[in-house]
């Protein structure tokens, strides 16, 4: 229903400074178009794609491409979605912005704004495997209820290492997140050597918080702050 998953879209007031942090954590560069008005990046580590944007935009956002995106509208309003924003004709980037239930922002795009890269050649980041988006909801129910009809589907609540409800698809998992600790959305990698990749991040001076559920032990997890706020949880994954 949403098609295919392009991005999430962050905004970035110093670029530069946002891409020299994903570089040192192993991201590369993609090859970007022309379409927006305003300084723009993305870095991937081959799974992720995040785009940086220097404009003011509602960040963080999941962006994804719907060719014919006119009628992809008309279907999804017919699913219950309000639409927040439309631009859409002959003489613009057509393009559509709706909420879900807890505040988090979607995107919708005509066309791709970014080619890419090679990743057969790319090696992975230091942050280890990039498993899922996480989402602090109040009522998972609530919003699984309303992502499952979008091409989502919800499994069982998982109460460790914190309780959260995952959603999956074919190019993107959600994770629904009920825990105070976590009260912006997360990037979420799994490794299990996390303890040695940690280590090789400190070597390279890069700052670790503990600001995680008491449940998460510092030794073995992690969260890293971005220079434009994105968190990136590290966990250590059972073998």
């Known amino acids: 229903m949403?098609?295919?998953?392009?991005?999430?879209?962050?905004?970035?007031p110093e670029i530069r400074e946002s891409l020299e942090f994903y570089e040192r954590l192993g991201f590369v560069q993609a090859p970007v178009g022309e379409t927006w008005p305003y300084p723009y990046a993305v870095v991937t580590d081959g799974r992720l794609f995040l785009g940086l944007h220097g404009a003011v935009i509602r960040s963080p956002a999941l962006t994804?491409?719907?060719?014919?995106?006119?009628?992809?509208?008309?279907?999804?309003?017919?699913?219950?979605?309000?639409?927040?924003?439309?631009?859409?004709?002959?003489d613009v980037?057509?393009?559509?912005?709706?909420?879900?239930?807890?505040?988090?922002?979607v995107n919708l795009l005509e066309a791709r704004t970014f080619s890419p890269p090679y990743t057969a050649s790319m090696s992975a980041s230091t942050c280890g495997y990039f498993v899922e988006y996480g989402m602090p909801v109040k009522?998972?129910?609530?919003?699984?209820?309303?992502?499952?009809?979008?091409?989502?589907?919800?499994?069982e609540e998982a109460l460790l290492p914190f309780a959260r409800t995952p959603l999956t698809s074919d190019l993107l998992?959600?994770?629904?997140?009920?825990?105070?600790?976590?009260?912006?959305?997360?990037l979420t990698f799994e490794d299990p050597d996390m303890p040695?990749?940690?280590a090789r991040l400190r070597e390279?001076?890069?700052?670790?918080?503990?600001?995680?559920?008491?449940?998460?032990?510092?030794?073995?997890?992690?969260?890293?702050?971005?220079?434009?706020?994105?968190?990136l949880l590290l966990l250590r994954s059972e073998d």
């Not at 949403?2 to 970035?12: D, K, P, V, W």
């Not at 998992?173 to 997360?186: H, M």
């Open 196 to 198: 040695e990749r940690l």
């Open 139 to 155: 009522d998972a129910a609530a919003s699984a209820a309303f992502w499952e009809p979008l091409g989502f589907v919800a499994m």
């Open 204 to 231: 390279k001076g890069v700052v670790l918080s503990d600001d995680m559920p008491d449940s998460l032990d510092d030794r073995e997890n992690a969260v890293l702050i971005a220079p434009e706020g994105t968190r």
């Open 64 to 90: 994804f491409v719907l060719p014919e995106l006119t009628r992809g509208i008309d279907a999804l309003r017919q699913r219950g979605v309000g639409f927040d924003q439309e631009r859409v004709g002959n």
């Open 93 to 105: 980037f057509n393009q559509a912005t709706f909420t879900d239930p807890a505040g988090h922002c």
């Open 2 to 12: 949403l098609g295919r998953f392009l991005e999430i879209s962050l905004h970035a």
């Open 173 to 186: 998992n959600l994770g629904l997140y009920r825990t105070r600790a976590f009260r912006q959305p997360l």
